[in-house]
């Protein structure tokens, strides 16, 4: 599968993080993960997609329903990453099926400073220094 899933900051802020290839199938894979750390959460997250890493998408505009995020009653906003023009319109098609909130940017600085902004609990968070 070409995502990952993880608490950047336990309880209040989650990743999903898609790389390489990505088909319709990745989706729901992410998904199942994504429900087991919402069963942890005690109460509301915010959420960041990291698609930066993403090379190729073979998921198809008939795909685009079942892509979207599920709905995650706890998550708040999305902050979707995206630098690439192309997998953002996809991206947002993909997000009009979803029932929640959530902004594009072209970098993760400004996903988590919008982030900050929404949620309190974060304002101390930064992301960890890559080695």
């Known amino acids: 599968m070409s ?6 900051r ?6 999903i993080r898609y790389y390489g290839r990505v088909v319709a199938e990745d989706i729901p894979h992410g998904a199942a993960i994504l429900d087991e750390l919402m069963k942890e959460a005690s109460g509301s997250v915010q959420m960041l997609i990291d698609l930066t890493g993403v ?3 073979g998921i198809g505009l008939r795909d685009l329903r ?5 709905n995650q009653p706890k998550v708040l ?5 995206t630098p ?3 997998f953002r319109f996809l991206a ?3 997000m009009q099926f979803s029932e929640g909130q959530y902004r594009f940017f072209a970098t993760h600085e400004a ?11 974060l304002k101390d968070f930064s992301f960890p220094a890559s080695s």
Do not use: G, H
């Open 3 to 8: 995502s990952a899933v993880e608490w950047l």
């Open 10 to 15: 336990p309880n209040e802020l989650v990743q």
């Open 55 to 57: 090379t190729e998408v």
């Open 66 to 70: 079942m892509s979207a995020p599920p």
């Open 77 to 81: 906003w999305m902050a979707v990453v």
């Open 84 to 86: 690439n023009a192309i």
């Open 92 to 94: 947002s098609a993909a």
């Open 111 to 121: 996903a988590l400073d919008f982030l900050k902004q929404k949620d309190p609990r």
